[in-house]
Nanobody
């Protein structure tokens, strides 16, 4: 069973930056793509960004393009989400997820972390 552990959430002022990390217990054909979703209070879960381990291919939601950057460290089985120019509407619980491809990940994700809270104050 693949385990994903997030860290790095917290409270930040609008315009600030924060970096999230997600460590995967293993990298297999089942976790070719890693990514981040978020869920704000009273809203559904929303795709944020994704990356593949092998080629580093990326995909972003329009709402975060130009502000968030996803990257990975293959040696550490870790994926990062660098968030800049944060807005109050970025406030949410951020979840790390993994699946066989970015397309599969976007439709749901096979593996999930426990989530980390990000709060952006105005």
């Amino acid at each position: 069973q693949v385990q994903l552990v997030e860290s790095g959430g917290g409270l930040v002022q609008a315009g600030g930056s924060l970096r999230l990390s997600c460590v995967a217990s293993e990298r297999t054909f089942r976790t070719v793509a890693m990514g981040w979703f978020r869920q704000a209070p009273g809203k559904g879960r929303e795709f944020v960004a994704a990356i593949t381990w092998s080629f580093g291919s990326t995909s972003y939601a329009d709402s975060v393009k130009g502000r968030f950057t996803i990257s990975r460290d293959n040696a550490q089985n870790t994926v990062f989400l660098q968030m800049s120019s944060l807005k109050p509407e970025d406030t949410a619980v951020y979840y790390c997820a993994a699946d066989r491809s970015i397309l599969a990940l976007k439709t749901g994700g096979d593996y999930w972390g426990q989530g980390t809270q990000v709060t952006v104050s105005s």
